[in-house]
Each structure stands twice: as structure tokens, then as C-alpha cells.
T-cell receptor, first 111, second 116 residues
Framework: KNEVEQSPQNLTAQEGEFITINCSYS?????LHWLQQHPGGGIVSLFM???GKKKHGRLIATINIQEKHSSLHITASHPRDSAVYIC?????????????FGEGTQLTVNP | DARVTQTPRHKVTEMGQEVTMRCQPI?????VFWYRQTMMQGLELLAY????????DSGMPKDRFSAEMPDATLATLKIQPSEPRDSAVYFC??????????????FGNGTRLTVT
């Protein structure tokens, strides 16, 4: 079992739909990152969170530390949101602060 | 906008040759990460530096890979000798860490390495 599991692996939506991508992890963490990778390959850090909820524009990220689970939501999705979304967890400094990645969720938003 | 700069963007080389990839982290950041991304394995951590000291390089094949930070503005990743299975995109990322604080990571655009 991977330390970080994302679901779904692939997601196709129509423009305007509300989208949720889930991330579950099995290790203790100091922080969780949501990353976005566009077809061109560049990676952008969307959020880093260790508790609660963060919002940026149409993106919302939540984390439940007790349940070891995080979700990334996209409201009013748009074709330009099409990308791979990657969840990554950061081990605590006592464990070397290693970053472990999920396998990513390929999102396609159709017009 | 401050950004992480990686060079070269693309590198094609023959098996057995030495490859050096460079990364300039964002000024003021004290952590640097090297990652490799392949279709088969996804993103993998190769090495992690804090304040220029290597803290974790367990993901790196030690016989051929080496990572260094000669100064705070430059991180290098070397492969010698290179092999076709090293073909991948290599990303560098930097961040700021202090006590319990971890900043978001900033990624470079990557170096696409092809070893023939």
C-alpha cells in the first residue's frame, strides 16, 4: 500500500462542475502539499496546509489530521483547470522532512 | 517574481557521459529538493538539503549520482556515468524552513534528460 493514495486517478468533468480530488496518507506528517502540473510539465505549488482549510480563488483545500485525509475542491471548473493534481506529504523534521508524492489525478475539464 | 532556475532545460547525451544539472534556488530559501519524474515511477525524491547540508539522499543511486550545494545560490546534481534508464525530467524545488514552519515549495521548470 502506498503511503499516499489519491482518488480518482482520472477525472473528466464538464465546465462549471464542482470537482473533488481526495488524498489519504498513512504516515505522520508536518504538512501536506497540493501541486498542479500542466501538460507543459511545469509544477506549481497550490497549497501547503497542516490543519483546517485554505482557499485561493476557486480552489479550496481541506485537511483532517485525525483521519489522515485531505481534499482539493475546484468550484465552477474551467477547461484551463485541466492538469495533473498531485498530493504530497511532508514527514516531520524528526523523520527527515521527506516529501512523499501521490500518483496524481489527471483532470480534464471539457467546454 | 522570484523563481527557481534550472539549467539546462533539455539535455541529450550518450550513455556513459557525465551529466550535470544546475539549480538556483530562490534567494533566502534554505531548503533545496531534487526530484525525478518518469512515466513509470511518477515523482521521486532524490535529495534534500537544508542550509546547504544534505539531510536525505536515500532516494539517489549512490554509485552514479551525486548532489552538492557549493554555495547557497547553487545546487548541482551529477550523473556519472549516465545510463538510458536515467532518462527523466529532473526538478529542483526550494523552500524556507524554520522551527515548525515550512513554506510552500517553489519548483523549477525541470531539466529533461535523454540518455541514448
Amino acid at each position: 500500500k502506498n503511503e499516499v493514495e489519491q482518488s480518482p486517478q482520472n477525472l473528466t468533468a464538464q465546465e462549471g462542475e464542482f470537482i473533488t480530488i481526495n488524498c489519504s496518507y498513512s504516515v505522520g506528517i508536518s504538512a501536506l502539499h497540493w501541486l498542479q502540473q500542466h501538460p507543459g510539465g511545469g509544477i506549481v505549488s497550490l497549497f501547503m496546509l497542516s490543519s483546517g482549510k485554505k482557499k485561493h480563488g476557486r480552489l479550496i483545500a481541506t485537511i483532517n489530521i485525525q483521519e489522515k485525509h485531505s481534499s482539493l475542491h475546484i468550484t465552477a471548473s474551467h477547461p484551463r483547470d485541466s492538469a495533473v493534481y498531485i498530493c504530497a506529504v511532508r514527514a516531520p523534521p524528526t523523520s527527515g522532512s521527506r516529501l512523499t508524492f501521490g500518483e496524481g489525478t489527471q483532470l480534464t475539464v471539457n467546454p | 517574481d522570484a523563481r527557481v532556475t534550472q539549467t539546462p532545460r533539455h539535455k541529450v547525451t550518450e550513455m556513459g557521459q557525465e551529466v550535470t544539472m544546475r539549480c538556483q534556488p530562490i534567494l533566502g530559501h534554505n531548503t533545496v529538493f531534487w526530484y525525478r519524474q518518469t512515466m513509470m515511477q511518477g515523482l521521486e525524491l532524490l535529495a534534500y538539503f537544508r542550509n546547504r547540508a544534505p539531510l536525505d539522499d536515500s532516494g539517489m543511486p549512490k554509485d552514479r549520482f551525486s548532489a552538492e550545494m557549493p554555495d547557497a545560490t547553487l545546487a548541482t546534481l551529477k550523473i556519472q556515468p549516465s545510463e538510458p534508464r536515467d532518462s527523466a525530467v529532473y526538478f529542483c524545488a526550494s523552500g524556507l524552513e524554520g522551527g515548525s514552519y515550512n513554506s510552500p515549495l517553489h519548483f523549477g521548470n525541470g531539466t529533461r534528460l535523454t540518455v541514448t
